[in-house]
């Protein structure tokens, strides 16, 4: 069975640096696209960062230049640097991975617990 487990939310100040972690755990035969996403009550989860297989990396609008997505293959995790927090990001980010559980099924994506960034002014 897989599990993502995230940390380092917490909280900020504005102009403030945090960063977040998931690691997957449980067994899979490979993992795919990482990706980062945030939802605010009455608000659609939405994405935040992204980086493939290949390291190609995309951000929202509202955070490029300000976030950056990488990956540990070899720890099956993935990170967030946030920097220059705003009190606009504040939100739960949740990660998602696109995992094949094994050589014989199709990638299916799994969702993190989230882990809540508040970012004071």
């Known amino acids: 069975q897989v599990h993502l487990v995230e940390s380092g939310g917490g909280l900020a100040q504005a102009g403030e640096s945090l960063r977040l972690s998931c690691a997957a755990s449980g067994d899979m035969y490979g993992i795919g696209d990482m990706s980062w996403y945030r939802q605010t009550p009455g608000k659609q989860r ?11 990396t995309s951000y929202a609008d509202s955070v490029n230049g300000r976030f950056t997505i990488s990956r540990d293959n070899g720890k099956k995790t993935v990170y967030l640097q946030m920097s220059s927090l705003k009190p606009e990001d504040t939100s739960v980010y949740y990660c998602n991975f696109f995992i094949m559980p094994s050589r014989y099924e199709a990638f299916r994506g799994y969702w993190g617990q989230g882990t809540q ?3 004071s002014s």
């Open 117 to 119: 960034v508040t970012v």
């Open 46 to 56: 939405e994405l935040v960062a992204k980086i493939t297989l290949r390291m190609r």
